[in-house]
């Protein structure tokens, strides 16, 4: 296991549980499986051990929520401003993108969230995410369309109740 991937582990982490202790924890706690899965299985080794972190990231996340009752927050930080581009949007209008884009993202479930980070932060295809969900290809694409389609008509909603209110 390589640092570039112990980070993209954590940050996986941190988009679902949205607190960095949590995350941390949900990471050793992962690696610590993997590890004795491998040391007592070594006829049965993990072949993609991303995907099963990843998906032992996500099976404990959502055991701690079942007993916790815990529920996702989104993250306040969703879009960073880019002080370098001369075309810098206002503090006011990042604050309302940032707000909408908080809004859009409270309207999913925890799974929804799951997908739109693995597609959209983290830039995974529909086969990579159907190999980590241990999924067809199919689903995933679907669910990606279903789950555009909903982000789309809710943001048309808004946007057109922000018109009227002006």
Same mark, same amino acid.
């Given at each position: $296991?390589?640092?570039?991937? @112990?980070?993209?582990?954590?940050?996986?982490?941190?988009?679902? %549980? =949205?607190?960095? #202790? &949590?995350?941390? #924890?949900? !990471?050793?706690?992962?690696?610590?499986?993997?590890?004795?899965?491998?040391?007592?299985?070594?006829? #049965?080794?993990?072949? *993609?051990?991303?995907?099963?972190?990843?998906?032992?990231?996500?099976?404990?996340?959502?055991?701690?929520?079942?007993?916790?009752?815990?529920? @996702?927050?989104?993250?306040? /930080?969703?879009?960073?401003?880019? %002080? &370098? !581009?001369?075309?810098?949007?206002?503090?006011?209008?990042?604050?309302?993108?940032?707000? $909408?884009? *908080? +809004?859009?993202?409270?309207?999913?479930?925890?799974? *929804?969230?799951?997908?739109?980070?693995?597609?959209?932060?983290? &830039?995974?295809?529909?086969? *990579?995410?159907?190999?980590?969900?241990? /999924?067809? =290809? +199919?689903?995933? @694409?679907?669910? @990606?369309?279903?789950?555009?389609?909903?982000? =789309? %008509?809710?943001?048309?909603?808004?946007?057109?109740?922000?018109?009227?209110? %002006?």
């Amino acid at each position: $296991m390589d640092r570039a991937l @112990l980070n993209q582990l954590y940050r996986y982490a941190i988009a679902l %549980t =949205r607190d960095s #202790d &949590e995350a941390f #924890d949900l !990471l050793q706690q992962s690696v610590e499986r993997y590890l004795r899965r491998s040391n007592f299985q070594s006829d #049965d080794h993990v072949r *993609e051990p991303s995907a099963y972190l990843m998906r032992t990231i996500r099976n404990q996340f959502f055991d701690q929520a079942r007993h916790q009752r815990m529920h @996702l927050v989104v993250n306040e /930080q969703l879009q960073q401003a880019n %002080t &370098e !581009l001369d075309d810098t949007p206002s503090p006011d209008d990042l604050l309302i993108h940032q707000q $909408m884009a *908080e +809004g859009l993202i409270k309207q999913l479930d925890s799974h *929804e969230q799951e997908l739109l980070y693995l597609w959209a932060v983290e &830039e995974y295809t529909a086969q *990579e995410i159907a190999t980590m969900r241990s /999924q067809p =290809r +199919g689903t995933i @694409l679907s669910q @990606l369309h279903r789950l555009k389609k909903k982000l =789309r %008509t809710q943001l048309d909603t808004d946007i057109r109740r922000v018109l009227h209110e %002006t």
